[in-house]
């Protein structure tokens, strides 16, 4: 033992932090390289990385936990992340130390085995941002290596801390200053260089990939998405290549294709795997004159880890037009195709088409439809491009198109088994309407689509309302990758369900927005265990092991974007509860204690004196400007204050000096002066009062006297 590992240990004593699971003194916390991920299934019991292995196929080899036992799963333990907002985290578990993060980018480190917090870390990630965060304000979780761990900031920051304090070591800003990027995503690590992507397409920035020194914080490579202004020169051919396939001043918007989310990485080749956004527009006519394919936007790229060189890319949606991002799961495996076996890559595509690529050249080997896809009859062979039926490009007017921008399947990580050979995918179906907004100008202060927001306006009538919530769908698939064939689903109550963990004790577990965790028969589908979490229960599962007992954990709260926008299409009153870390083992005995959920009270809203020319001009710029956060109707799924029921709407001066005066601006609410004057803001408020004013009549009724009548007990 070298004298500065001792010395480290007897301070982690002192903290009452004595307790690695390598025998003690070996190792300090987060002693994560090369050869232990590399090899991390000699290691079973850790989960090193955000999908466990750099191949992110969330399968553990662990059998403890297994479909003839799983009935007997409770709770180990719960911590309560100080948040009520989304959950997205998948937990990092390595020597007794669990890293999880919270909404603003917190991080904490947590003994595995009895949740006790060892330590903190708040990056102080500045309110306002939340306005440029499309989909949250969530975090997805940590990265480690060498005694560091790494977390990205929602406001672009890079951060290494040192594992055994949570103090940071180095800090880098790896988004321009004062910016509209953000960062959601769990860093990577691979060969000692921190892999990192950004977000923000929807208000013009042009995406990159970032490696950076995991000890010095030092730039290593920068690999851009789209191609910048041509008159400025290329950064390389790749960029050079991606500008024939634009038209028009592109780069005055960014361009977009924000590599927002999954990455992996096969060793073997070097590659560094990662999945890139929609436009910046959305609306290809407006973003490239309605030309080209718009290279790297909706595609997978590979690149050479150390040098960060273009290797290849495969685009899933030529042209983007529907915010098809490309950036789900990454899933690597060796599979017998054709007879032979082939390096491949996985991906169900938000488009609604499974892929599966030859991971060393990028050569399409099958596209097949996973949910209801309306815009493709299909993707060809031969060239690797979508089939385009219809007028899905809503050339001609506006067009209704499945998947939407919710996608066939989003950020909630899929799993693959390859045990039995199945990729477990939470798969949804939510149709959308698409057309043009003729009077798009880009404006970087604002949500640009250069669609017609105004075409996704929740209808007043409640039974067209009912009708939208019905198409609303959710699955779990397990999806054969030789055929592209489903080998059993499960209809969840709505879309927008948990990512998914496959093990070797013949499980599939995956979380519900409805508040449930479930496990199923990883073969057939069928439920063998179910607990109630009391919160959406989105983010990826994940399994480790500890003195000889399995645990099984999984992130809840409510939040994420679905819950912001899509209040209208959920059963859930009331307030959001504190988001979660929940931890499940064979005869755990901890209760959950049910929250109690505080519905607001829904005060008799004043009048509306505006007349409807007046309001109709309102919803439009509700739907422009306040939708993404507020939600379909004003309708809150509990996370931000519903707007029906505020007294700030209920007064016009209060609600002026909120929109336009900007007095909630430490809370998110940022000022929209820039885009709205005040007769625009008095226009909103008309019609959030008409939305209140439904809204209470429906209340009322169900609560008046003569509703509460009816057949007396007994
Ligand atoms: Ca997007």
Redesign the pocket.
């Known amino acids: 033992m070298t004298g500065r590992t001792a010395g480290a240990v007897s301070a982690l004593a002192l903290l009452g932090l004595a307790s690695w699971d390598a025998p003690a003194g070996s190792r300090g916390p987060a002693e994560v390289d090369a050869a232990r991920l590399t090899a991390a299934d000699r290691e079973p019991g850790q989960w090193m990385s955000y999908g466990r292995t750099y191949s992110e196929q969330r399968y553990s080899p662990l059998t403890q936990v297994n479909a003839g036992n799983a009935s007997k799963l409770g709770l180990a333990w719960s911590f309560e992340l100080a948040t009520n907002r989304g959950v997205e985290v998948t937990p990092v578990v390595v020597d007794g130390v669990m890293y999880v993060t919270s909404s603003w980018s917190l991080v904490y480190a947590l003994d595995a085995r009895t949740g006790k917090r060892l330590w903190t870390y708040d990056p102080e990630v500045p309110r306002e941002t939340g306005f440029y965060a499309c989909c949250d304000v969530v975090n997805r979780g940590v990265a480690v290596w060498q005694g560091k761990v790494y977390v990205a900031t929602l406001d672009g920051r890079l951060v290494a801390l040192d594992a055994r304090t949570g103090k940071p070591v180095w800090t880098v800003r790896t988004t321009p200053e004062k910016s509209p990027y953000t960062i959601t995503m769990a860093p990577r690590i691979v060969r000692g260089k921190v892999m990192i992507g950004n977000s923000g397409?929807e208000y013009g920035v042009r995406g990159y990939v970032s490696a950076y020194d995991a000890q010095t914080g030092k730039l290593a490579w920068r690999f851009y998405t789209v191609p910048g202004d041509p008159s400025k020169g290329f950064e390389n051919k790749a960029m050079e290549m991606a500008a024939k396939t634009w038209k028009g001043e592109w780069w005055k918007a960014g361009g977009g294709g924000s590599p927002w989310d999954a990455m992996s990485y096969d060793p073997e080749t070097n590659l560094l795997y990662f999945g890139t956004?929609?436009g910046a527009p959305w609306n290809e006519k407006v973003r490239s004159a309605g030309e080209g394919d718009n290279l790297f936007l909706s595609s997978i790229v590979a690149v050479n880890a150390d040098t960060g060189e273009y290797a290849w890319h495969y685009q899933t949606t030529p042209g983007d037009s529907w915010?098809f991002?490309s950036t789900q799961s990454l899933v690597l495996a060796d599979l017998p195709i054709g007879g032979r076996p082939r390096k491949v890559l996985m991906q169900a595509a938000k488009n609604g088409f499974f892929y599966v690529l030859d991971r060393t050249n990028g050569q399409l080997i099958s596209a097949e439809p996973f949910v209801k896809v309306t815009w493709a009859k299909g993707v060809d062979k031969a060239t690797g491009r979508p089939i385009e039926i219809g007028d899905p490009r809503y050339k001609t007017g506006p067009a209704i198109v499945e998947p939407s921008s919710f996608g066939g399947h989003n950020w909630h990580p899929m799993s693959f088994s390859p045990k039995t050979g199945l990729a477990y995918v939470p798969a949804q179906e939510v149709p959308g309407v698409y057309g043009t907004d003729d009077r798009y100008a880009y404006d970087p202060s604002q949500w640009n689509t250069g669609t017609d927001t105004k075409l996704n306006a929740l209808p007043s009538d409640p039974k067209q309302r009912a009708a939208m919530r019905n198409a609303f769908r959710g699955y779990l698939e397990a999806i054969d990758p030789l055929t592209g064939k489903i080998a059993w689903k499960v209809e969840h109550k709505g879309p927008w369900n948990g990512g998914t963990l496959a093990t070797a004790g013949d499980l599939v577990f995956q979380g519900t927005a409805d508040g449930r965790f479930n496990a199923y028969e990883a073969k057939t589908g069928k439920l063998v265990w179910s607990t109630p979490t009391y919160a959406a229960t989105l983010a990826g599962p994940m399994t480790y092991s500890l003195d000889g007992e399995q645990y099984v954990a999984v992130g809840a709260g409510f939040g994420s974007v679905y819950f912001l926008v899509a209040g209208f299409a959920l059963d859930k009153p009331g307030n959001a509860d504190n988001g979660k870390i929940l931890v499940y083992k064979l005869g755990g005995r901890q209760v959950l204690p049910k929250p109690q959920l505080v519905k607001a009270e829904f005060p008799k809203p004043p009048p509306v004196h505006a007349s409807a020319a007046t309001i109709a001009a309102g919803q439009a710029s509700y739907q422009k400007y306040c939708l993404v956060c507020h939600g379909y109707g004003a309708i809150s799924g509990g996370v931000l204050p519903d707007l029906r029921k505020s007294p700030v709407v209920a007064q016009a001066d209060a609600f002026k000096d909120v929109v336009i005066g900007g007095v909630r601006k430490e809370a998110g609410m940022v000022s929209f002066a820039s885009v709205l004057k005040p007769a625009d803001a008095d226009a909103v408020r008309a019609y959030l009062l008409t939305e209140a004013q439904a809204g209470w009549k429906a209340e009322h009724a169900k609560t008046s006297p003569a509703a509460r009548k009816g057949p007396k007990p007994g």
């Open positions: 397409s956004g929609n915010d991002d």
